[in-house]
């Protein structure tokens, strides 16, 4: 998959099918490894992007499930976040990011082909708006008619994971 998308123009099309919208140019970093100290875990994404308006993104290609899909996503997320401010920037500076995987098995279970999460209060249903969305693409969706026809039928990573 990485190879598929180091190509910019790919990875920018890939994004907008997921995404479902157009997005400005994008630079992509293949296997690109965020180290915040020697003492912690590092992580090496599979792909990071990034776009004009300074959007990040994170795809990673998933062909067995381990079960840790939850946490490794709120890792890759925070680890993002850690190395998108420097000292003494101000919060409001942090970018909205996207992790993504995208899984040749159905990570929850619901035989969805997309589930999009994001921060919200329980109580009153209110988005906490702190810019983050984790998003688990799955080849084994039964839900065609709730996702754009793109998503299922064009999306080449899909057809290239399924091999």
Known sequence: MSAALEDEETCQLVLEIILGGKIPKVKVHAEHSILVNSEFKSVRLDIYASDEMQVNYNLEAQNENEGNLAKRSRFYQAEMDVSSLKPG??????????????????????????????????????????????????????????????????????????K
């Open 89 to 162: 920037e101000d919060y409001h500076n942090l970018k909205p990011s996207y992790v993504i995987f995208i899984c040749t098995f159905d990570p929850f279970g619901q035989e969805l082909y997309r589930y999009t999460f994001e921060e919200r209060c329980l109580e009153r249903d209110i988005a906490l708006g702190d810019g983050t969305k984790k998003i688990f693409l799955s080849t084994k969706g039964k839900n065609e008619n709730e996702v754009p026809k793109e998503l299922v039928h064009s999306n080449p990573l899909f057809v290239y994971m399924e």
